[in-house]
């Protein structure tokens, strides 16, 4: 069966400008979650949706960072005014269900800002 | 705050078995221990979780002492293929990965 797919896999930008990133969870799963990876470092939790709600947005580093998902499927992680420091993998998970469930990770989207 | 501590890596010969070792010894009553491994270039893949119980899936078996404080994960007849990083994760609903250890396999 299909598994989480993140589109594009490759986005190259400059400074400055707005890059969405998106994320197709698996069928029927209700909780999503958005990680970035720099080199050398472990995930680091962004934000999770149960639903079409974000259920805890602790992890957004800052306010140019956005995520919606508006029917509870595919979710988009928005970036305003670029900076070098956010280039990383950005990584999606999908559960069944929030909590005690595992979360299959898609496979990445490699953000380079020059 | 990866809130779990591990060897930043580890070496095994293929076809013995690989003991990752992890303490956690702040976890709280209600927090699962998790491991998940990246091998390079991919996304993190679930490997096995528990609460108290020893725990075995056809991946791994866990090891929780009984003050939950450690845990070991035990790959029985490790393969060139479990070459990766493998962290271990505490925690519910979000996961907060540390560095984790890198598995070295060597034939």
């Known amino acids: 069966g299909a598994g989480v797919s993140q589109t594009p896999s490759n986005k190259v930008t400059e400074k400055g400008k707005y890059v969405e990133l998106r994320c197709d969870p698996i069928?029927?799963?209700?909780?999503l979650y958005w990680y970035r990876q720099s080199l050398g470092q472990g995930p680091e939790f962004l934000i999770y949706?149960?639903?079409?709600?974000?259920?805890?947005d602790s992890g957004l580093p800052n306010d140019r960072f956005f995520a919606v998902r508006p029917e509870g499927s595919v979710s988009t992680l928005k970036i305003q005014r670029t900076e070098r420091g956010d280039s990383a993998v950005y990584l999606c998970?999908?559960?069944?269900?929030?909590?005690?469930?595992?979360?299959?990770f898609g496979p990445g989207t490699r953000l380079t800002v020059l | 705050d990866a809130k779990t501590t591990q060897p930043p890596s580890m070496d095994c010969a293929e076809g013995r078995a690989a003991n990752l070792p992890c303490n956690h010894s702040?976890?709280?009553?209600?927090?699962?221990v998790y491991w998940y491994r990246q091998i390079h270039s991919q996304g993190p893949q679930y490997i096995i979780h528990?609460?108290?119980n020893n725990e075995t899936n056809e991946m791994a078996s866990l090891i929780i002492t009984e003050d939950r404080k450690s845990s070991t994960l035990i790959l029985p007849h490790a393969t060139l293929r479990d070459t990766a990083v493998y962290y271990c994760?505490?925690?519910?609903?979000?996961?907060?990965f540390g560095k984790g250890t890198m598995l070295l396999v060597s034939p």
């Open positions: 528990g609460l108290k």
């Open positions: 994760i505490r925690g519910y609903s979000t996961l907060t």
């Open positions: 702040t976890i709280s009553g209600n927090e699962y």
């Open positions: 998970a999908s559960s069944l269900t929030p909590g005690e469930t595992e979360q299959f």
């Open positions: 069928s029927g799963h209700t909780a």
């Open positions: 949706f149960q639903g079409t709600g974000a259920a805890d």
